[in-house]
């Protein structure tokens, strides 16, 4: 069965730091690229960042550039979100997502397999 | 940076057909996919690369684009289907993937 098992979510301070893991198992993990899409509460998605097969490839939302960090080890089949001088509005379910990217006409990306998500909460 | 719009809600009665759109600039250029997100859980892929449906989603759920305007359309909706539905594309100029803002469906 293919899974995804976010953890590291927990409450911290303002301008403090957190690491996200993603455990994926079920799939040939160096077979895909990864996001992760979070969700205010009470609010709609938002892509946060998402990384190629071996991790030569990384783009972030402007949210977030320069303060999170994506990354994978594909030997150990795990993602990870470095979060850095967070912000209240960093408060959030953090998905982990499995990337597909197609071509048919042209290049297209969408998730099809998603976590359930790890809390993070930013608050003094 | 590219913006999808979606209507903030949808109403309908219970066997009746649901229509929501996601509008965005020169999107017939753009491959669109749609998520379903119950309360509570995961987003879901419903519909990708327009109009393909993943295995396990039923017929009765499907997508299409005319235009500058993307459509998921329901028929036959039942209680279950009571979720928030969510467009999405991917820029591939900026490598950025952009997530609507939702669509609630309410089931009357």
């Known amino acids: 069965e293919v899974q995804l098992v976010e953890s590291g979510g927990s409450v911290v301070r303002p301008g403090g730091s957190l690491r996200l893991s993603c455990a994926a198992s079920?799939?040939?993990?160096?077979?895909?690229?990864m996001s992760w899409v979070r969700q205010a509460p009470g609010k709609g998605l938002e892509w946060v960042s998402r990384?190629?097969?071996?991790?030569?490839?990384?783009s972030y939302a402007d949210s977030v550039k320069g303060r999170f960090s994506i990354s994978r080890d594909n030997a150990k089949t795990s993602l990870y979100l470095q979060m850095n001088s967070l912000r209240a509005e960093d408060t959030a379910l953090y998905y982990c997502?499995?990337?597909?990217?197609?071509?048919?006409?042209?290049?297209?990306?969408?998730?099809?397999?998603w976590g359930k998500g790890t809390t993070v909460t930013v608050s003094s | 940076s590219y913006v999808l719009t979606q209507p903030p809600s949808v109403s309908v009665a219970p066997g009746q057909t649901a229509r929501t759109t996601c509008g965005g600039n020169?999107?017939?250029?753009?491959?669109v996919h749609w998520y379903q997100q119950k309360p509570g859980q995961a987003p879901v892929l419903v519909v990708f690369?327009?109009?393909d449906r993943p295995s396990g989603i039923p017929e009765r759920i499907s997508g299409s684009k005319s235009g500058n305007t993307a459509t998921l359309t329901i028929s036959r909706v039942e209680a279950g289907d009571e979720a928030d539905y969510y467009c999405?594309?991917?820029?591939?100029?900026?490598?950025?993937?952009?997530f609507g803002g939702g669509t609630k469906l309410t089931v009357l």
């Open positions: 997502a499995r990337d597909r990217l197609r071509y048919s006409t042209w290049y297209y990306l969408y998730m099809e397999v």
């Open positions: 079920g799939f040939t993990f160096d077979d895909y690229g």
């Open positions: 990384i190629n097969w071996n991790g030569d490839d990384t």
């Open positions: 020169n999107i017939g250029s753009k491959s």
């Open positions: 690369d327009d109009s």
């Open positions: 999405q594309v991917w820029d591939s100029s900026t490598d950025h993937v952009v």
